[in-house]
């Protein structure tokens, strides 16, 4: 038999509350089950943390609380990215070129 890992008991225990918990409460009840040791709480806890953000069963939301992304709405796990056109400044291009003041035309050619 396989033990579980962090990330499935944390799945379990959202699973089973039925809505959002904060962080805390969430690694305190995975550090129980799992038997993790108080002198090494400290150090999966960080490691525990980044599995949460990289597992897409997993929604990160306000004030540090975590739900199972299947509960949410697209929108409340999902950032806007949308820059209004209208908004931005106009910023002038220009070319390498133009900065190093190279020589054009013939003039590149008389050395």
Same mark, same amino acid.
């Given at each position: ?6 990330? *499935?008991?944390? &799945? !379990?225990? $959202? !699973?089973?509350?039925?809505?959002? $918990? ?9 550090? /129980?089950? #799992? ?13 525990? &943390?980044?599995? #949460?953000?990289? *597992?897409?069963?997993?929604? !990160? #939301?306000? +004030?540090? =609380?975590?739900? $199972?992304?299947? %509960? %949410? ?6 950032? =806007?990215?949308?820059?209004? @056109?209208? @908004?931005?400044?106009? =910023?002038? /291009?220009?070319? *390498?070129? @133009?900065? $190093?003041?190279?020589? %054009? +035309?013939?003039?590149? &050619? #008389?050395?």
């Amino acid at each position: 038999m396989t033990k579980a890992t962090k990330t *499935d008991v944390a &799945y !379990s225990i $959202l !699973s089973e509350a039925g809505s959002e $918990l904060p962080f805390s409460e969430i690694w305190n009840k995975v550090a /129980e089950i #799992l038997e993790i040791p108080e002198d090494k709480r400290s150090r999966k806890k960080a490691s525990f &943390y980044s599995e #949460l953000m990289l *597992d897409s069963r997993f929604a !990160s #939301l306000k +004030g540090n =609380v975590w739900d $199972l992304r299947s %509960r %949410r709405k697209f929108e409340e796990v999902h950032a =806007v990215t949308d820059v209004d @056109d209208e @908004d931005e400044e106009e =910023v002038e /291009e220009t070319s *390498d070129e @133009d900065e $190093l003041d190279l020589p %054009r +035309g013939e003039e590149q &050619y #008389l050395l």
